[in-house]
């Protein structure tokens, strides 16, 4: 049975950091990514990675803040999130897909991830 279980979110003031995890059972996947979703708001890309971790994308909004990484012996999926802001508070959920994604396109569209968490509520207060 395929599952992935995020860990790790919380409340933190703004400048703070928090790390994101992703732990996959059942198999390893092509692409894995966060997304996030904010009260009232859809549900939107933050990074991506491919299996091999040598194709990785960010959301302009938290290029040069967010570090995504991958570690293949724990088949666990990382979110270093640094420099947060107030408008990072959402629920982050992991994804996976079984395609590798080289294009951004493929990364980034939320319709591609076949596997979803349930999501780990990250708060970060000004």
């Known amino acids: 049975q395929v599952q992935l279980e995020e860990s790790g979110g919380g409340l933190v003031q703004a400048g703070g950091s928090l790390r994101l995890s992703c732990a996959a059972s059942?198999?390893?996947?092509?692409?894995y990514a966060w997304f996030r979703q904010a009260p009232g708001k859809e549900r939107e890309f933050v990074a991506s990675?491919?299996?091999?971790?040598?194709?990785?994308y960010y959301a302009d909004a938290v290029k040069g803040r967010f570090t995504i990484s991958r570690d293949n012996a724990k088949n666990t999926v990382y979110l270093q999130m640094n420099s947060l802001k107030p408008v990072d508070t959402a629920v982050y959920h992991c994804?996976?897909?079984?395609?590798?994604?080289?294009?951004?396109?493929?990364?980034?569209?939320?319709?591609?991830?076949?596997?979803w968490g349930q999501g780990t509520q990250v708060t970060v207060s000004s």
């Open positions: 994804a996976a897909q079984n395609q590798v994604c080289f294009g951004f396109r493929c990364s980034a569209t939320r319709a591609e991830y076949e596997y």
């Open positions: 059942g198999r390893t996947f092509g692409t």
């Open positions: 990675i491919t299996r091999s971790g040598s194709t990785k």
